[in-house]
Structure formats: C-alpha cells, structure tokens
C-alpha cells in the first residue's frame, strides 16, 4: 500500500521535481541495492546461524557421547575391579593349587595360597625357586613323566589340556601325590608359548583308596580264582559274562568258548526247558537269591550234577544279571538214587526193628508208623495214623515238645532229639526218646516231620537211681569239703606261730650256726605248708589245675636245702646222704622252685624212711641244653628194702603204699609219689623207678627249665626286712581269738611302728569300731561269740560312710577257693593266708592305707603315675630293692590286662553276666594294685548295659572303650622303666 502511494507521489514529482526526482531515485536504487545486500547478508547470516546450530548440536552429540564413554569406561573399571576380586577370592577359596608358570624363565609367576597346604612352602617361597629347585622337589621315580609334561605343553595348541600325576616332596619330608592339569595361557607374537595356566590337585588320598582298592580286589579275585566251586555271572540275555578257571577245569570248555555260549547249552538237553523256566519265574517274581540242582554236559560228554546258589541284580525293575555259585554235587546225587534204591529195603528194615519208624504231615498228623509203634504203645497203627502227635503227649510235656519241634520247624535246627511221655492204651504213660527231623520236597518245601521213638523206661530208672547217688557223692563231697576246710584252719593255726617264729628269729641277728639251723627249718616249714596246700587241694591236682610259678631259683641251692633238711633224718638212721650235681648245670633256672622242692623232699623222704642201712643219694646232671632252655635229670637211689616187681606200677596211685603193712611198718598215707607223679605230668615230665626187692631202689624223671640271669649263687635264701614306711601313725584293730596268732602278728606290726588294739571275737571288733575311728582292721574268720563274716557284714551295714571305706584284710586259714570268694562277696577288701609271710601282710597294710598320713615315697626306679591313668606306688612299694621281682609284677599285670580285654569282649557278646562278675572279682586284686579304678567302672558299666538290654552299638562301644582302656595301661606299664 504504501509502495503505490510512493510510485504516485514520485511520478507527480518527477515532473515538478526532476532535479530532485534523480537524486531521490539515486538514493532509491542505493536503498534497493542496500536491501538486497541486507537480504543478501541475512540469507548467509542465516545460513551461518544454521551451520552453527548444526555444529552445536554435532559438538553436543560429541559432548554426549564423551559422556557415554566416560560413565562406560567407569562401568568396566568397576566390572574390571570386581571381576578382578571374585577371581583372586575364587583362587584363594578353591581347594587346588592354581599357579602360572613362566616357561622362558622356569619359575612360577603366580601361585594360590594353597601351595602351602601341600608343600609346606609359602606362595613367595615358591615363586623365587627356578625350574631346578622346582624339579628337586618331585619324586625321583616320577620326574621324567614331570619333564614329559612341560614337553607336551609347549607345543600344544590353546585349547589343548595335558594332564599329569606326580608325587612332590613336602618340608617336612614326606611325599604328596598330584593330579595337574594345564594349558597355554599367553604366546609371544612369533606364537610361541611363554606361559602356562595349571591346576593342581591332592590326590594323596585317592591314590592310598586306589591302592587299598586294587590289594582288596586282587584279595577277592584270588579267592575267587582259588575257589573249589564254579563262581559265575549271566547278563540278562543268558549269556556268559564270567567264569572263574574251575569251570573249565570242571567242564573243559576254554573261557573263550564260554563267553561265546548262552548258559543253557551246556545243561543236559532233557532238562533246558524247566531249568529255563525256573530261573524265568525267579525273575519274574523279582527273587533276590534261589537255589537250583540241575545236570550239565562237559566239554567230553560226562554227565555233572550242578547245586547252584544264584543271587540275581535288577536295573530299572528289570534282570541286569545273575551271579551263581555252583558245586559239583554229582557223588551226592548219585548217592541219594542209591537212597531210594535201598528204600525197599529200609522199609523191610523199619518193619522189623524195636524202635518206633515214624512220619507226619506238614500239621504233624502221622503219616507212617512201623510196626513197633504197638509194641511200645498198645495203639494199632491204623488207629494212631491221621492223628496228631500232641494227642499222645503228656499235657505237662506239651509246651517243652511245641518249642523243640518249633526249633526245626523254623530251621534253627537240622534235628532234635528230646524226651517226653507218651501215652499208651493202658491210659498210663511212657518215658520215650524222640528223634526228629525236617522232611522236605524237592523245592525245600517242608512236608513233615520224620524220625523215630524209642522206648527208654528202663533206662529212666536207671537214670533215677544214678541221679540219687550223684546227689550222695555230691553230698559226700561237700562234706569232704568242708572236713579240708576244718582241718585246714586247725593245721595251719600251729603252722602260723611256727612260720612267724622263724621269721621273727631270722630278724633278730642271731648267730651264723643259728642262722643256717633256722634257714633250714624255715625252708621245711615252707615245704610243710606246701604239701598242707596239695593234700587239701587234691581234687585240683587231679584236674591239673595246679598253678606253676616262673621264678629266677638256683638248683644247686635247692638241693643243698633238701639235702640240709633231711640230713637229721638221715643221721638218727646212721645213712649216709649224699649228693651229686653236675658242675655243667647252669647257673640260675626259671620255673617253680617250691614245687620242684616239694617233688626231692618227697623222694627223698621215702628213700630215707624205707631204708634201714646204706646210703641215699641224690644226683642231679645237664642233659640237652639248647638255647635258652635246659633239660635236668635228676635221680634219687637208696639201699633200702626195693619194691616188689608186680607192685611198681601202682606204688603212684593215690594212697597206695607197695604192701599192706607198710603203713605200719614206716607211716605215711600213699600219697607223696601220687602227688610227686601229678606234678611231673604237669610240667611235661615222667617219673620212672627201677627196683630190686631188698636190694634198693632209684627213681628218676627229666624236666626242662628256661636258663636264668646271673652266675652261680651258693647261699641259702634268708628273710631281710626291708619294710622302710613310717606306719607309726596307723590306728589298727586286731581281731583273733588264738593267743599264739596274736603275739605273732603284734611282733611283726611292733616292728613296723604299729601298737594294735585287740579284739577276741567279731561281736567285740563291732563294738569298738563304732566308738573308735580305726585305719584298717586284721580279722580272723572262725572265732566264737560271732565269727569274721557275721562281723564283717554288720560293720558294712552301719549307716555312716567310714563304715563302707574301712579296709578290712581277713586272716584266714583255709586255702579253700570257696572260702575266699565268700569273703570278697561279704565285702572284705582282701586276705591273707595264714601262716602269712611278713612282707605280704606289710605290703597290704601299707597298700590299703596309703592316703593315711604321710604316704611313703615311691622306689627308685619307678615314677609316681600320671594323673587319670595308672599309680606304681603299690608294686614299687611290694617290690623295694627287688628289679627282678618289680619286673615280674609288672608282666602279670601286663598278661592280666590282656586277658582282661579278651574275657571282657566275650562276656558282652555272649550277653554273659556270671562271666562279667567272676572277671571283675579276678580283675580287682591287680586293678588296685595299679589304681585304675576307671577300668573298674567300665566293667560295672558292662554289667549294666546287659542288665538292661541295649543295642549292639552301645555294647561294641563298651568293648572298644576296655580295649583302649586296657591298650594305654599296657602301654604305660611297659614304657616305665624296671
């Protein structure tokens, strides 16, 4: 609009205004060409404007991207962190050694902690070794395969593993078996391998399991192989999968040929179709185990009777294979057709004999009855056969018949035979013996009982009057009993005060001549009391259940004491004794001295006593003496009156003398050579007599010994006192009613420091008890008024708990075995025999009374126990000075232990309480001896773990726990020097 009013105002002016009209349109083309420039100038001042917009949004996209790069290049930082960390924990964690290993070096650039679990070595130990260090640590038998290894891995491939098994040594000396696999981990860039990752395993223990294994299965494929029954193996299909060699042995096919063959070509073709079948249904009814008999055809066509055992494996509920032990049951088969042969006969046998010929059915109705069932019970068979066999059996016999029968029904028992009353058709009944037995198909199915019945009534009456005089003899022997137990108390009480006398002389220094006269007289009293012991124990010697000891004695010695002490018998006779010993016996022997000497006083004895004028000699001479054993021969000759010829084999029967008046002629019961010849034969040697009436006679015998330590010692033995505890403190309580016992026991406990207090009778050791507080009590057993066992259980009845820990050693007179386990039941802690031997009595006084006061120190040479196990104090104590006798202490405790552990397993795994109890009275002397009271408890646990019945385990584990108990004591004892 304002361009037309323009144009219409310049075109009026132009006319009026040239002038003007020019210098306006001048400015007018310089306006337009300015307008056009600005347009011009905008255009590209847009078009820069829009580079530039360009370019930002480019500089802001790089500026973004930067961004992107920057937060993602932190990103795999971290996930480069955190992978870096989860590896060097799973390297840590993982229980194999992972290292690397630099091939151009030879050394291990990095290696896990676990390095130091199999070698001992640190991670920067191994590090620092080179390949020569490295190398010496593997085995020498196993280093080459090592270097092999490293061969292989330089020029393998990068996915390419080897692996290697060796043995390296650890720090501390042993060997560690490796399982390493490897592979390149890094290549140079001509492509060669300069690094390699590897892992290392412990297979020390697989490999000790793989060795066990292979000694195990080699263990059993040999017995296999050595078998004398075919073992073989089926698969599913029929087919030989395993032959041990007695198959081709037996069937002489080779095993090539069996693998090559299904089982049933080598069965006798007539029975393929139901052996087939058989074994078709076992697995049809998933069976475990069967048994078969069945004929198979060798290799050379003989005919064998197979008895096979299969036990067959199922996979996924189908057949995977059957396993068969079959044997050669050819001779039996061909026996039992020999059986069946001779049935006839049998039954023509049956019919004829006195005892009864029986069967029944599965229900035991009889089924078959000979004709000797009428003659036994008046029944007809026809009327007997179909009916039970309880019908005829007493009513108070049918529960014992139902549990015997019972016995074989179940097939606990291939037979049984007992005895029962049958009735018979006079209504009265019969003693009768049953023997009875399984009858079964051929499939092992029970049909019945078969047997037979024989009448034993006659024999019940005899057996009735053999019972009453059982019960007599018994009776007669109990009296006998308790006649050795009365005259073993009145013997043994003047035995008492001659022994202690003796004793008490040898301790008060008497002069040389006495000392030789009361040695002697010691030694007889010893011997004495010896025969005392045999005489009352003479049903023992009989049985052979005499004890020998294995002590250290010198023969030369022993007969010098024989010969010593029968040398005033001999002078009042004007005979001379004399003895012969050869100088090459050795020196010191080991075996029992006192019953050897028991043996030369009793020959001796009677040749003195049956000789009137002459001599009696006494030799002794080496015979074979072979390593550490020596064979003695020893005689004993006299002139004396001989013994008739037909009388030389029974002058060694019990109380039998060579004619009926020489008891009264010489004296003597008979019973010295029997006793001598008993005690020969228990030691392995025989007495022999060479005799000539009125001329003389010798009697010999040879005995071996084991040879001693030490030389030759000629010197009597003499009682020294080497009581050295301080018992000065103890408060004791005597209790004996024999005037002469009491001042032989107060000599020997004044001597010790102890000043008794006395008692006559058990009523009065009760009473004063409760009013004096007593450390140990000494009581006599047979005393008036209330003797020892009536004493004895009133104390252990009082209610105060000193009454049940005050140790009480019986005095006893009686070498009874009865006696002395009656006292232990009562609750006595110990006894000693009288006559008693000092140091024997001293030793339990002191034993018993140890925590009283000052407790003495242990001997040299044996250290005070350990806390918890065991305390030598007692045997250092029992011994003193005496090594040899310290040493044999401690081996019969060593032996005791380990009988101890054998009686033990047997009496729980027989559940046998009696055994358990008589172990523990036999194992408490040597149990407190040594302390280990913790021994005692878990023979006490035993006896309650059968009294209540537990479980196998608890029981295996009480055994386990006695024979570690046992094991550690042993081991103690053993370790501890003599």
Not at 64 to 72: E, Y
Not at 929 to 935: G, M, V
Request: aromatic share 8%; net charge negative; with cysteine.
């Amino acid at each position: 609009m304002y361009v037309i009013t323009l144009l219409v105002l310049v075109l009026e002016g132009v006319f009026i205004f040239r002038p003007t009209v020019h210098r306006i349109s001048y400015y007018i083309d310089q306006m337009i060409r300015t307008a056009e420039l600005t347009a011009e100038l905008n255009t590209q001042l847009e078009e820069k404007t829009a580079e530039q917009d360009q370019a930002r949004e480019r500089l802001q996209d790089i500026l973004n991207q930067q961004r992107a790069l920057i937060t993602q290049h932190q990103r795999t930082e971290k996930e480069l962190l955190e992978k870096q960390r989860f590896i060097t924990a799973m390297t840590q964690a993982t229980p194999d050694v992972l290292y690397v290993l630099d091939l151009a070096e030879g050394k291990n650039i990095f290696t896990n902690r676990k390095v130091t679990d199999i070698s001992g070595l640190l991670p920067e130990e191994v590090m620092q070794m080179d390949r020569t260090a490295l190398a010496t640590m593997v085995h020498p038998e196993d280093l080459e395969r090592y270097k092999d290894q490293k061969r292989k891995i330089r020029v393998a491939g990068d996915d390419e593993m080897h692996g290697v098994e060796f043995r390296i040594r650890h720090k501390n000396g042993y060997h560690v078996w490796l399982h390493c696999q490897e592979v390149v981990f890094a290549r140079d860039e001509a492509g060669k391998v300069t690094q390699v990752l590897g892992i290392a395993q412990d297979i020390t223990e697989t490999k000790s399991n793989q060795e066990a294994l292979k000694v195990s299965e080699e263990k059993y494929r040999s017995l296999i192989e050595k078998a004398d029954d075919i073992i073989y193996e089926n698969g599913a299909e029929g087919y030989f999968t395993y032959l041990n060699p007695v198959a081709s042995k037996l069937l002489g096919y080779t095993k090539e040929e069996f693998l090559r063959m299904p089982c049933w070509n080598v069965i006798k073709p007539g029975y393929r179709k139901e052996a087939t079948s058989f074994y078709q249904k076992q697995a049809e009814y998933k069976a475990l185990n069967s048994y078969y008999e069945v004929p198979v055809i060798s290799k050379d066509g003989n005919e064998i009777w197979l008895g096979q055992n299969a036990t067959f494996e199922y996979k996924n509920d189908q057949l995977h294979a059957v396993r068969v032990i079959a044997r050669d049951i050819t001779r039996l088969r061909y026996a039992e057709q020999k059986i069946k042969e001779s049935e006839l006969r049998y039954r023509s046998v049956v019919n004829n004999i006195a005892e009864v010929v029986f069967q029944t059915d599965s229900e035991r109705h009889w089924t078959f009855l000979n004709p000797a069932w009428m003659c036994i019970t008046g029944f007809s068979e026809e009327e007997s056969l179909g009916k039970e066999i309880c019908r005829y059996i007493h009513p108070d016999d049918q529960a014992r018949s139902e549990a015997v029968f019972g016995l074989i029904i179940r097939q606990e028992k291939d037979y049984v035979r007992h005895e029962i009353r049958f009735l018979t058709s006079s209504g009265e009944y019969k003693w009768v013996e049953i023997f009875a037995q399984l009858t079964l198909d051929a499939r092992k199915n029970i049909t019945g009982l078969s047997g037979t019945i024989m009448d034993i009534s006659e024999r019940k009456v005899v057996e009735d009057t053999l019972i009453r005089a059982r019960d007599q003899a018994e009776e007669a022997v109990a009296a006998k009993q308790s006649f050795l137990s009365m005259m073993s108390h009145e013997i043994r009480t003047p035995m008492n005060a001659v022994i202690g006398m003796t004793h008490l002389l040898l301790q008060e220094n008497p002069r040389a001549d006495q000392l030789e006269n009361l040695n002697i007289l010691k030694f007889s009293a010893d011997n004495l009391l010896v025969l005392i012991n045999d005489i009352l124990d003479y049903s023992k010697i009989e049985a052979g259940k005499i004890a020998f000891e294995e002590v250290d004695f010198n023969l030369r010695n022993l007969i010098g004491s024989v010969e010593q002490s029968m040398l005033y018998k001999a002078q009042e006779k004007n005979i001379l004794l004399e003895t012969s010993i050869d100088p090459k016996l050795p020196g010191m022997l080991i075996g029992d001295p006192v019953r050897l000497g028991q043996i030369l006083n009793n020959l001796v004895s009677n040749a003195i006593k049956f000789t009137e004028r002459g001599m009696v000699r006494i030799e002794a001479t080496a015979g074979e003496i072979t390593g550490d054993r020596a064979e003695i021969k020893i005689a004993v000759s006299d002139t004396g009156i001989g013994i008739p010829e037909d009388k030389l084999d029974c002058i060694f029967e019990s109380f039998t003398q060579a004619g009926p008046d020489t008891t009264r002629k010489f004296g003597g019961t008979g019973l010295g050579l029997a006793i001598t010849r008993r005690l020969l034969e228990l030691q392995q040697s025989q007495i022999f007599v060479e005799s000539v009436q009125d001329l003389g006679s010798r009697f010999h015998f040879t005995i071996s010994f084991r040879r001693g330590a030490g030389g030759n010692m000629h010197h009597l033995p003499v009682f020294e006192n080497q009581m050295a505890a301080d018992l000065s403190h103890l408060r004791i309580l005597l209790v004996e009613d024999n005037e002469v016992n009491t001042i032989v026991a107060t000599k020997f406990l004044n001597q010790w420091g102890i000043q008794p207090d006395y008692a006559t009778n058990g009523q009065i050791a009760v009473e004063m008890v409760q009013q004096i507080q007593y450390d140990l009590l000494l009581m006599d057993l047979q005393m008036p008024v209330m003797d020892g066992y009536t004493a004895t259980r009133n104390i252990r009845t009082l209610k105060e708990t000193c009454f049940q820990r005050l140790p009480i050693i019986a005095l006893t007179a009686s070498a009874m075995s009865d006696v002395k386990q009656k006292l232990l039941d009562i609750g006595m802690n110990d006894y000693v025999t009288k006559p008693f031997i000092p140091s024997e009595l001293y030793n339990k006084i002191v034993y018993y009374t140890r925590g009283v006061g000052a407790e003495p120190e242990p001997a040299p040479g044996l250290p005070k126990a350990r806390p918890g196990t065991i305390d030598l104090q007692a045997i250092s104590e029992m011994a003193g000075d005496d090594i040899l006798f310290r040493q044999r202490l401690i081996d019969v405790c060593i032996q005791t232990l380990q009988e101890c552990k054998a009686v033990y397993q047997r009496a729980l795994t027989a559940g046998d309480e009696q055994m358990l109890k008589a172990l523990s009275h036999k194992m408490q002397p040597t149990l407190k001896i040594l302390s280990a009271n913790h021994l005692l408890e878990e023979i006490e646990k035993g006896k309650k773990l059968l009294q209540e019945q537990v479980n196998a385990d608890d029981v295996s584990a009480s055994i386990r726990r006695m024979a570690s108990l046992c094991r550690d004591i042993v081991e103690e004892l053993v370790s501890h020097p003599v």
